[in-house]
């Protein structure tokens, strides 16, 4: 029967081909010592790769009688899900170990440029809390990861770099003028800072728009960059400028000067 089906295809009672033999070649192959067979099955809700996973074990735990089968040579899973899921959790993987490759990177650079390893530092950790903050909104919102929102991380350490830079820089220009720690902190945030929300506001509505667009992928991807960038500025405003005045060193000698007594040129 199954020579002439892979010869003739499968008829009906009525005699009618129901499966011609190229059809039936896509689920069965004979070789001399060989047959194969390919069992297709549909999983709904395949976006969502929560669902992929668990079919993935479901399924796997379901052939796993098939091994105590001795005219079974072998088995296995496949599909566009499963071979994208495992896709996933590569880029995934890879992400997590260049994330902290980079942010080590950046920090050494920093070193060099800044020439002082306590402002690189202070410089880098708003950098991790934002991608903290970011992955834990993905998360109790239910944002999964795809091959698109698993590189959010990564994006927010270049974004969130460049904001970070920007405050510390004109924070030290400030503490030249030998103020107060809290006082150039202060006008760092108002100088820079409103530069740096004027930036990140026009960035931010061009990726809301990318959140209405009808392909999920794509929303989603808009939707998170929007936010990163949101928390990138909140680190590089709220939380930089008490880091630096924590680390900021005043010289005993000369005694700071009050804002109200310093220039504002």
Known sequence: ALELATAEGVYNGEGKVIYN???VATVYRRTEDTDFMRVTVGIPGTRQQSNVGEAYERLNSDLDPLAATSSIKSYGLTGSAFTRNEGLKATTSSLQKSIPIAAGVALIVLVFAMRSFRFAVVTVIPIGLVVIWLYG???????????????????????????SIHMTERYREEMNR????????????????????????????????????????????????????????????????????????????????????????
């Open 137 to 163: 909104i993905m998360h109790v919102f239910g944002f999964d990861l795809n091959f698109v929102t698993a590189t959010i991380g990564a994006v927010s350490i270049g974004v969130g770099i460049d904001y």
């Open 21 to 23: 033999p190229d059809r």
């Open 178 to 265: 030998s103020i107060l720690p809290v006082d150039a902190a202060r006008k760092a945030a108002r100088g820079t800072g409103m530069a740096l929300i004027a930036s990140a506001g026009s960035s931010i509505g061009g990726f809301v728009v990318m959140g209405f667009a009808p392909m999920p992928l794509f929303s989603s991807y808009g939707i998170l960059t929007a936010t990163m960038i949101a928390l990138a500025l909140t680190a590089s405003i709220l939380v930089l400028p008490a880091l630096l005045t924590l680390v900021t060193r005043v010289n005993p000698v000369e005694k700071p000067v009050t804002e109200s007594e310093a220039s504002f040129d």
